[in-house]
Nanobody, 123 residues
Framework: VQLQASGGGLVQAGDSLRVSCVAS????????MGWFRQAPGKEREFVAS????????LYGDSVKGRFTISRDFAKNTVYLQMNSLKPEDTAVYYC?????????????????WGQGTLVTVSS
C-alpha cells in the first residue's frame, strides 16, 4: 500500500489548514489510520488516530480541541483538519496505516507510512 500525503503549506498563527492522505494499492478500510509529525531535531510524535470504522478518534495532548481526524472510505482518504494553528505545530506531517483496527498512539502500531507533507506556521 502507498500513502500519499498532501495539503501542507505556509500559514500564519491562528489559521486553519487541512492535510489529506490517499491510500493506493490496497484499501485500508479495515485498518486504523493515524497522523504523526516530526519537527526539526525532534522525534516523531503522535498527532491523531482514527479507528477502522471511523468511530473512535484519539488525539495528542498538544492538539486536542484544535485538530480533527476523519476518513472517507469511498475515497480511501484520511484527513486532518487543523485549526488555531500555532508556530509549535510546524513539522512534517506523516500519515500512517495501522497494524489493526484500533492502533492507538504508539508509533510501533503503524506499519505503512507516507512521505510526509510540510506544515509551517509563522508567528
Amino acid at each position: 500500500v502507498q500513502l500519499q500525503a498532501s495539503g501542507g503549506g505556509l500559514v500564519q498563527a491562528g489559521d486553519s489548514l487541512r492535510v489529506s492522505c490517499v491510500a493506493s494499492g490496497r484499501a485500508l478500510s479495515n485498518n486504523a489510520m493515524g497522523w504523526f509529525r516530526q519537527a526539526p531535531g525532534k522525534e516523531r510524535e503522535f498527532v491523531a488516530s482514527i479507528s477502522w470504522r471511523g468511530d473512535g478518534a484519539l488525539y495528542g495532548d498538544s492538539v486536542k480541541g484544535r485538530f480533527t481526524i476523519s476518513r472517507d472510505f469511498a475515497k480511501n482518504t484520511v484527513y486532518l483538519q487543523m485549526n488555531s494553528l500555532k508556530p509549535e505545530d510546524t513539522a512534517v506531517y506523516y500519515c500512517a496505516g495501522g497494524r489493526g483496527s484500533y492502533s492507538g498512539k504508539s508509533i510501533n502500531n503503524y506499519v505503512s507510512w507516507g512521505q510526509g507533507t510540510l506544515v509551517t506556521v509563522s508567528s
